[in-house]
């Protein structure tokens, strides 16, 4: 299996500017989740997905946040408009709990520069 | 929600000594509590996670232990040597669901 994919793996945007992350997950995890990191932050959960539903995005910062998932193997999250304040490494994992392994699989990070 | 307290944020050790690095959760509702391992510039990688049924659980020379009364667990790593030095993180969630990690310990192993 080739894992987490994300795209792309580095982005540098203008302030003002729309972005768009993408992931696709490990296939067959019913589970997706899309995660923030930050120096001053840590690993902050921003919202996660069940069967293609979010569940839970009170993690999500502001409304210029907004993430969908319109299949079981493709997931976007994308600010509009983007921020300096929005530069970080966005991670996205997914997860099969109901395999009895609870383990997260990261992605590789999207590196998010907003000039 | 869950909120995990992880203490130290730093750690220094001499090769050969041992690690340990402790966390708090909130929540009692939590019952699965991993630990990652995040190498510079890489994505966070699971090293080892206990359920709320068990109070410890080892894997060679790292070893996880849970005090579910006290709502703490710890990651103990033997032996150390220089490739341990990254930071970890440990989490805590109810079911897999609704994760909150720590705010991480950066180990670094002198040689």
């Known amino acids: 299996d080739a894992g987490v994919i994300q795209s792309p793996r580095h982005e540098v945007t203008e302030m003002g500017q729309e972005v768009t992350l993408r992931c696709k997950p490990i296939?067959?995890?019913?589970?997706l989740f899309w995660y923030r990191q930050t120096m001053m932050r840590g690993l902050e959960l921003l919202i996660y997905?069940?069967?293609?539903?979010?569940?839970?995005d009170s993690g999500m910062p502001e409304d210029r946040f907004s993430a969908k998932m319109p299949n079981a193997s493709f997931s976007t999250l994308k600010i509009q408009p983007s921020e300096p304040r929005d530069s970080a490494v966005y991670f996205c994992?997914?997860?099969?709990?109901?395999?009895?392994?609870?383990?997260?699989?990261f992605g590789p990070g999207t590196r998010l520069t907003v000039t | 929600g869950e909120n995990v307290e992880q203490h130290p944020s730093t750690l220094s050790v001499q090769e050969g000594d041992s690690a340990v690095i402790k966390c708090t959760y909130s929540d009692s509702a939590s019952n699965y509590f991993p630990w990652y391992k995040q190498e510079l510039g890489k994505r966070p990688q699971l090293i080892i996670d206990?359920?709320?049924?068990?109070g410890e659980k080892k894997d060679q020379r790292i070893a996880v232990t849970l005090n579910k009364t006290a709502k703490h667990f710890s990651l103990h790593i033997t032996e150390t040597q220089p490739e341990d030095s990254a930071v970890y993180f440990c989490a805590a969630s109810s079911n897999n669901n609704d994760m909150r990690f720590g705010a991480g310990t950066r180990l670094t192993v002198k040689p």
């Open positions: 296939s067959g995890h019913d589970y």
């Open positions: 997905f069940n069967n293609n539903v979010p569940i839970d």
């Open positions: 994992a997914s997860s099969s709990p109901g395999t009895g392994n609870y383990e997260q699989y």
């Open positions: 206990i359920r709320s049924n068990v």
